[in-house]
């Protein structure tokens, strides 16, 4: 067991009400991890049976260590990597996860980008057609997951690789939102764009997803981004889009119908984190297509890749389903350890989302 004793902390929220926040000293032994905080120190001690969901990120210059106990996610901060390595050490023989994060401004753009782009499918359109149709937008943001539709040990982050993909939660995107500039020739939008265009065999004259012959969306909105550490290692986020009519979702399907659709899309998207991390070459070889097994009426279709990520030491994949009925057509995002292992969740999800386009009854709350 790795002893350790690190200062300088902060927390939050604080364990008690209107309770000390910082300094924090942590320590960590046999037993569990205590944390000292306020002056002068007042000490919570926490067994390790009681501590789950441990996530150590690390940034440029920062840490954060994540945990849950009762129920609550507690977060603390430190302003440099003091004891990194040791923390470390603490967190993977507990079962925790530890990621490496650069702030690069080229990452943090990428929603930015993307929201230039009339996507039909995937990440998709970001328009309103108006300010008049209150329940065409709550129907969008009730069809997404929530953290109710998942299993007591799941919770939300804001740390993810997902990040880089999925839009902001709980934003709703409006034309009002969009810039007037193209990407770059050789933005991850572009490099993306590229990659789903020749896969598929579309030119971007004629392509819905990423080309020009893309639809607008009356609204779209994500949800956050949950994850566990259970199931080799998944995070996970939905995003619905809500269209005018329901032609315009049956034109879009037309072109995801492509026998190699799924690949195509999520070879894509794996470029599109990719080249936004600053990876040259990022197309992703050996996607392959997934088709959930469905028991309500609508289309779906999805895709898996390897993915190596320069920020995460762990092996991923990256996996999509594309869901379309009615007015909807909604995209479930995920990151998981072993797909294997992770399938007859991401099965039960999809299953999930396409009864809420189907039936009001069945939409989160």
């Known amino acids: 067991m790795t002893n350790l004793?690190?200062?300088?902390?902060?927390?939050?929220?604080?364990?008690?009400?209107?309770?000390?926040?910082?300094?924090v000293v942590l320590l960590a032994d046999d037993?569990?991890?205590?944390?000292?905080?306020?002056i002068p120190a007042?000490?919570?001690?926490?067994?390790?049976?009681?501590?789950?969901?441990?996530?150590?990120?690390?940034?440029?210059?920062?840490?954060?260590?994540?945990?849950?106990?009762?129920?609550?996610?507690?977060?603390?901060?430190?302003?440099?990597?003091?004891?990194?390595?040791?923390?470390?050490?603490?967190?993977?023989?507990?079962?925790?996860t530890v990621t490496h994060r650069k702030r690069r401004a080229g990452v943090l753009t990428i929603v930015a980008i993307v929201v230039l782009a009339?996507?039909?499918?995937?990440?998709?359109?970001?328009?309103?057609?108006?300010s008049g149709a209150a329940k065409e937008l709550a129907d969008a943001k009730a069809v997404n997951i929530t953290l109710?539709?998942?299993?007591?040990n799941w919770y939300s982050t804001t740390q993810s690789v997902l990040n880089d993909l999925v839009p902001p939660a709980g934003t709703v995107y409006t034309s009002t939102?969009?810039?007037?500039?193209?990407?770059?020739?050789?933005?991850?939008?572009?490099?993306?764009?590229?990659?789903?265009?020749?896969?598929?065999?579309?030119?971007?004259?004629?392509?819905?997803?990423?080309?020009?012959?893309?639809?607008?969306?009356?609204?779209?909105?994500?949800?956050?981004?949950?994850?566990?550490?259970?199931l080799g290692g998944i995070e996970v986020a939905s995003?619905?889009?809500?269209?005018?009519?329901?032609?315009?979702?049956?034109?879009?399907?037309?072109?995801?119908?492509?026998?190699?659709?799924?690949?195509?899309?999520?070879?894509s998207s794996a470029a599109l984190i990719l080249t936004g991390a600053g990876v040259k070459n990022s197309g992703t070889p050996d996607a392959t297509n997934w088709t959930p097994a469905t028991f309500t009426k609508g289309w779906t279709r999805g895709?898996?890749?390897?993915?190596?990520?320069?920020?995460?030491?762990?092996?991923?994949?990256?996996?999509?389903?594309?869901?379309t009925n009615g007015h909807y057509e909604i995209t479930l995002s995920a990151l998981v350890g072993s797909f294997a292992k992770a399938k007859g969740t991401l099965n039960t999800l999809v299953n999930t989302l396409l009864s809420r386009t189907t039936t009001s009854t069945s939409k989160a709350v």
């Open 31 to 38: 037993f569990g991890l205590t944390q000292l905080a306020g």
């Open 303 to 323: 895709g898996v890749v390897a993915i190596t990520v320069p920020s995460v030491v762990s092996k991923l994949q990256l996996v999509e389903a594309v869901i």
């Open 239 to 267: 995003t619905s889009q809500y269209y005018k009519t329901t032609s315009m979702v049956a034109k879009d399907t037309k072109e995801m119908s492509k026998k190699n659709f799924g690949e195509c899309m999520v070879d």
């Open 42 to 96: 007042v000490a919570w001690q926490t067994p390790w049976s009681e501590l789950t969901n441990l996530e150590l990120v690390r940034f440029s210059h920062q840490m954060a260590l994540f945990g849950t106990v009762g129920g609550v996610r507690y977060c603390w901060r430190h302003r440099e990597l003091t004891d990194f390595e040791s923390i470390q050490a603490v967190v993977l023989e507990h079962g925790g």
């Open 118 to 130: 009339s996507f039909a499918g995937g990440i998709a359109s970001w328009f309103n057609r108006g």
């Open 5 to 23: 004793r690190s200062e300088d902390w902060s927390v939050r929220p604080s364990f008690v009400a209107n309770g000390p926040t910082s300094p």
């Open 148 to 152: 109710k539709d998942l299993p007591s």
């Open 177 to 230: 939102t969009t810039p007037t500039t193209a990407p770059a020739k050789k933005s991850a939008f572009s490099v993306a764009a590229g990659v789903f265009q020749t896969c598929l065999g579309v030119t971007n004259k004629n392509d819905r997803v990423y080309g020009a012959a893309g639809q607008q969306a009356d609204f779209q909105v994500s949800s956050p981004v949950f994850t566990t550490n259970s």
